[in-house]
Antibody, heavy 121, light 110 residues
Framework: EVQLLESGGDLVQPGGSLRLSCAAS????????MNWVRQVPGKGLDWVSG????????NYADSVKGRFTMSRDNSKNTVYLQMNSLRAEDTAVYHC??????????????WGQGVLVTVSS | QSALTQPASVSGSPGQSITISCTGT?????????VSWHQQHSGQAPKLMIY???NRPSGVSNRFSGSKSGNTASLTISGLQTEDEADYYC??????????FGGGTKLTVL
């Protein structure tokens, strides 16, 4: 059974930093891309970042480029999202989502429940 | 990276069919057969219902079907059931390893 468990969500001040983690199990981790998708409560889905199965290709939405850094450790079956220079508009539930194949840009077949990141003073 | 356009809401009665549209551009929906649809019930994680325009993952009811014409993709749900009431999101590959979503459509089963 595929499981994705996010952690690291918190309340942080504007300009602050936070690191999210997503521990995966139940599939051959390095074979699939992984993604972060966020959702403002009551609003729609917003793709944030994706990493290929090897981690050799990582891409970002324009809204977070230069502030967020995604990485993955295939030895630990874990992906990370380092979020710096956080803004109020980054407040959202952040979901980890597994890609359907190796490549970034493929759709997502399993999702974690998500963690809440609140950016507020 | 503009969002795809979906109607804010659709509704139907049990047993009826409904269709949700997803309009993009020739840079995304119109240029790639990599459109997918996700269902999200309130308080739950999204669930993949359709991928690559018209393919259903294992376990998804054949009441759900997808299609595409030009820059517009569509999700059709036939034989509506009360448990189909949820939010539905389309997404598309846009090239350059980027994926975008639609704004979501709230389906109400009357």
């Amino acid at each position: 059974e595929v499981q994705l468990l996010e952690s690291g969500g918190d309340l942080v001040q504007p300009g602050g930093s936070l690191r999210l983690s997503c521990a995966a199990s139940g599939f051959s981790f390095g074979t699939y891309s992984m993604n972060w998708v966020r959702q403002v409560p009551g609003k729609g889905l917003d793709w944030v970042s994706g990493a290929s199965g090897s981690g050799g290709s990582i891409n970002y939405a324009d809204s977070v480029k230069g502030r967020f850094t995604m990485s993955r450790d295939n030895s630990k079956n874990t992906v990370y999202l380092q979020m710096n220079s956080l803004r109020a508009e980054d407040t959202a539930v952040y979901h980890c989502a597994k890609g359907v194949d190796f490549f970034v840009g493929s759709t997502f077949d399993y999702w974690g429940q998500g963690v809440l990141v609140t950016v507020s003073s | 990276q503009s969002a795809l356009t979906q109607p804010a809401s659709v509704s139907g009665s049990p047993g009826q069919s409904i269709t949700i549209s997803c309009t993009g551009t020739n840079n995304d929906v119109g240029n790639y057969n990599y459109v997918s649809w996700h269902q999200q019930h309130s308080g739950q994680a999204p669930k993949l219902m359709i991928y690559e325009v018209s393919n259903r993952p294992s376990g998804v009811s054949n009441r759900f079907s997808g299609s595409k014409s030009g820059n517009t993709a569509s999700l059709t749900i036939s034989g509506l059931q009360t448990e189909d009431e949820a939010d539905y999101y389309c997404s598309s590959y846009t090239g350059n390893n980027i994926r975008i979503f639609g704004g979501g459509t709230k389906l109400t089963v009357l």
